[in-house]
């Protein structure tokens, strides 16, 4: 099974900071996926990325996949309290195994 | 369209009870995922079915099943409750016809507190 590794655990931050955070892993990805999760929901899916180096906007936050797809980051721009929550990156690992394998997730807190 | 949908939302069982917890899908989805969620593992997964079939399972004792009916609903149970089974479990609907894992949509989860 690939092991995903997030960094940093946990961040807070003031309104409008920037930040950005990591997803490793020892072997290539297939592809990834960046979920996030909010207090009392379930994970809702922010991207996937397939390409190594692809780059990817969803409003403020940037999603890059590392050339020799082994690690991603999450980049947010001007974050807001909306922000808040636990980042989640996760891979299926390729073949045709009908999982995902997540990591622990990057838990974050905007404060006003 | 409805997004999938678990219940009970919260339930506090005690040790070597069962549990039995549900999930309905979104409508036209065939497959369903079941997810265990704690603060010091994340999210792990349990099992996933389509079209009543499993077609994977993760790395849990046998007092964790599952099944899924012919109208794609799903359950799971928990027999034998130990104190570490307190967690969220979240279940995940996809259409299912790819062989390869695409977007999962997740219910809100089921809170299981043992004691």
């Known amino acids: 099974t690939q092991l995903l590794e997030q960094s940093p655990q946990f961040l807070s931050i003031q309104e409008g900071e920037n930040l950005t955070v990591y997803c490793n892993s020892s072997s290539v990805f297939s592809s990834l996926q960046w979920y996030r999760q909010e207090p009392g929901e379930g994970p809702v899916l922010l991207v996937t990325v397939v390409t190594g180096g692809e780059v990817k906007k969803l409003k403020r936050l940037t999603f890059q996949f590392g050339d020799a797809r082994k690690d991603s980051s999450l980049h947010i721009t001007a974050a807001q309290p909306g922000d808040t929550g636990l980042y989640l990156c996760a891979t299926d690992g390729g073949g045709s195994n009908y999982k995902l394998t997540f990591g622990k997730g990057t838990l974050l807190t905007v404060n006003p | 369209k409805a997004g999938v949908t678990q219940t009970p939302r919260y339930l506090i069982k005690t040790r070597g009870q069962q549990v039995t917890l549900s999930c309905s899908p979104i409508s036209g989805h065939r497959s369903v995922s079941w997810y265990q969620q704690t603060p010091g593992q994340g999210l792990q997964f349990l099992f996933e079915?389509?079209?009543?079939?499993?077609?994977n399972k993760g790395n849990f004792p046998g007092r964790f099943s599952g099944r899924q009916f012919s109208n794609s609903r799903s359950e799971m149970n928990v027999s034998t409750l130990e104190l570490g089974d307190s967690a969220l479990y979240l279940c995940a609907s996809s259409p299912g016809q790819e062989l390869v894992t695409g977007e999962l949509f997740f219910g809100e989860g089921s809170r299981l507190t043992v004691l």
């Open positions: 079915y389509f079209s009543e079939t499993q077609r």
